[in-house]
């Protein structure tokens, strides 16, 4: 009987396992490379000087900064990133109460989405980034 029990166990935790690491949305760890690119995205954000909407509220750089940087450690702890692009989309595009979409406005310019401002960003980073040929 006792053998058994072992047995069970063994066999649950063996498929526990397997439940984990065969799905790679729950398990998947954010490549340092990304790592850096949110980062740095973030630094940028904070130090532009734009204001960021959310929810029909204007915020500075600042306080946009630690906005993102919160959901980026809810997303991490919660294992649902793998790339840049995915930070972007899932944390950094709308708001996860009212699923309105963030802004960006940089002095006089007309507000843009989170989303484009972001990933015009990432473009930039990019190509700094990239060797010269």
């Not at 526990?16 to 799905?23: E, R, V, Y």
């Not at 740095?40 to 500075?60: E, H, I, K, M, P």
Request: glycine share 6%; hydrophobic share 40%; aromatic share 6%.
């Amino acid at each position: 009987m006792r053998t058994t029990n072992i047995l069970a166990l063994s066999l649950a935790l063996a498929f526990s396992t397997l439940a984990t690491t065969a799905s790679p949305a729950l398990s998947a760890e954010l490549p340092a490379s990304s790592r850096a690119e949110i980062d740095t995205l973030l630094n940028r954000l904070g130090a532009s000087g734009c204001q960021f909407s959310r929810n029909g509220s204007w915020y500075s750089s600042a306080d946009a900064r630690a906005h993102l940087t919160k959901k980026l450690n809810y997303l991490l702890e919660k294992k649902k990133l793998d790339g840049t692009e995915e930070f972007i989309k899932l944390g950094a595009s709308s708001s996860s109460m009212s699923g309105k979409p963030y802004q960006v406005r940089c002095g006089d310019a007309q507000p843009m989405a989170s989303q484009v401002w972001l990933t015009n960003e990432l473009q930039a980073i990019r190509t700094k980034a990239a060797p010269a040929k």
